[in-house]
């Protein structure tokens, strides 16, 4: 996979995680805070698994980027995976395929 189009399917998610956030909060006082309907989709799954599949990304990390690390690498103090005590930053999409293209 050509490493542009890996950041702009990156950067499309990140997108509509963005809207969808958006959207959650303008339902919430519609809910009473009781119930928000989660937005994230049966594709975007699919796109990940997709991803991480030409990327041969057995541990996730596209997933774990994407939805678990602080901001997807916003926040410089924890965007970054330990390899045999090394850092590697993982603050954009650019470093995310590298580091997963080097990986293999």
């Known amino acids: 996979?050509?490493?542009?189009?890996?950041?702009?399917?990156i950067e499309c998610l990140l997108e509509q995680d963005k809207k969808?956030?958006?959207?959650?909060?303008?339902?919430?006082p519609f809910f009473d805070n009781y119930l928000v309907p989660t937005l994230t989709s049966k594709?975007?799954?699919?796109?990940?698994?997709?991803l991480e599949d030409e990327l041969n990304d057995k541990y996730e990390t596209i997933s774990w980027w994407?939805?678990?690390?602080?901001?997807?690498?916003?926040?410089k103090a924890c965007s970054y995976v330990e390899v045999k005590d090394?850092?590697?930053?993982?603050?954009?999409?650019?470093q995310l395929?590298?580091?997963?293209?080097?990986?293999?």
């Open 1 to 9: 996979m050509k490493k542009e189009n890996f950041v702009k399917m």
């Open 20 to 28: 969808n956030d958006e959207f959650e909060q303008a339902l919430t």
């Open 43 to 50: 594709l975007e799954g699919d796109i990940i698994g997709i």
């Open 66 to 75: 994407l939805y678990d690390s602080p901001d997807a690498g916003k926040n």
């Open 86 to 94: 090394i850092k590697i930053p993982l603050e954009t999409p650019e």
């Open 97 to 104: 395929y590298d580091f997963l293209k080097d990986a293999n």
